[in-house]
């Protein structure tokens, strides 16, 4: 399956997940794709319902894509964007990519967000405690090569299509607010930050986030998958344990930090659906309605960036 990777990265994207996520739907009808919790919107780009809802707390990411809608970024306008900032990327090395740090937390124009993500240091989303992008350089001068400005023109040209015959809605809001305006017939897609990893002014995750997701995932009547971690070499999330009532599908991944083999460290990843997947032939153990059931992916590889 050939999955589309959207023009902004964030931590946490789920490229590798979509393929597994989009089995988990087959066969389901729903009028409206909701997703609280966008970051790179690559889960729902990818299943491309006709009528969604893109939504996150961060309003650089939601800014972005309704820039695309409203034609202030389109593919023409992004190429030359990239090719003069480029140009001066390579000339000015770190200095340059600070100034459009420091122009962007003055102005906060959606085209210097993704000249950032695309040359910061991993390709990170992250915000000091005053609200300012604080990620460094990536030390790439020349990372607006031709090839990848196409590349990244042509994420750009596959929202843009997609906007001008889909009824996709980005909206900043917080899940709160995105989860009290749903009805039965939506589907929704939530993948919210993992519990205690992060610090960031969008991003951060506690205990009270956690219980009130719960309970409207609880309340509410439609379907939905929720996203998380299952365990690491060395521990398990004890969150999965209040939903022993939904199905729990796993996948383990392996990935590596840095090159060396002995850095191989397994994650396995989680899917809480409050539905069966009637097209699943993959699970191991027959269904059985009252009782929380797992079934196991192959073992993937893959290496992180
Ligand atoms: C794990 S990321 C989502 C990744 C996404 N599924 C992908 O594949 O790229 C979590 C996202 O939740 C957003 N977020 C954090 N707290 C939020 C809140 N209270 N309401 C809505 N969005 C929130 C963050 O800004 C971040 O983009």
Redesign the pocket.
């Known amino acids: 399956m050939k999955i589309f990777v959207p023009p902004i990265k964030?931590q946490?994207?789920?490229t590798k997940l979509v393929a597994w996520i989009k089995e988990n739907l087959s066969d389901l009808k729903y009028s409206r794709w909701v997703e609280?919790?966008?970051?790179?919107?690559?889960?729902g780009f990818n299943v491309r319902p006709q009528h969604a809802v893109f939504?996150?707390?961060?309003p650089h990411?939601i800014n972005f894509y309704n820039a695309i809608k409203q034609d202030k970024i389109t593919p023409a306008k992004a190429k030359f964007f990239l090719e003069t900032e480029g140009k001066k990327l390579s000339e000015g090395g770190q200095g340059y990519y600070n100034e459009v740090r420091t122009r962007f937390n003055q102005n906060f124009d959606p085209f210097d967000f993704l000249f950032l993500n695309r040359s910061c240091f991993n390709g990170m989303i992250r915000f000091n405690g005053s609200g300012k992008f604080n990620v460094p350089y990536g030390h790439k001068p020349e990372r607006f090569a031709k090839a990848y400005i196409t590349k990244i023109i042509n994420q750009i040209d596959y929202i843009h299509k997609a906007v001008k015959v889909l009824n996709w809605e980005f909206i900043c809001s917080?899940?709160r607010t995105t989860l009290s305006n749903i009805d039965n017939s939506d589907f929704i897609y939530c993948?919210?930050?993992y519990f205690g990893r992060n610090v960031d002014y969008?991003?951060s995750?506690n205990e009270k986030?956690e219980k009130d997701l719960f309970d409207l995932l609880s309340n509410m009547n439609g379907k939905y998958i929720l996203s998380t971690w299952h365990s690491n070499k060395y521990r398990s999330n004890n969150e999965l344990e209040k939903y022993n009532l939904n199905q729990i599908l796993t996948k383990e991944h392996f990935y590596h930090l840095g090159a060396s083999e002995d850095n191989r460290n397994a994650m396995t990843e989680a899917l809480i659906l409050n539905y069966f997947p009637v097209n699943n032939n993959k699970i191991i153990n027959k269904p059985d309605y009252n009782r929380q059931f797992q079934f196991f992916e192959p073992k993937i590889e893959y290496t992180a960036k």
């Open positions: 964030c946490g994207i789920k609280p919790f966008m970051g790179s919107g690559v889960v939504a996150d707390i961060n990411l917080d899940f993948d919210p930050p969008f991003d995750w986030d």
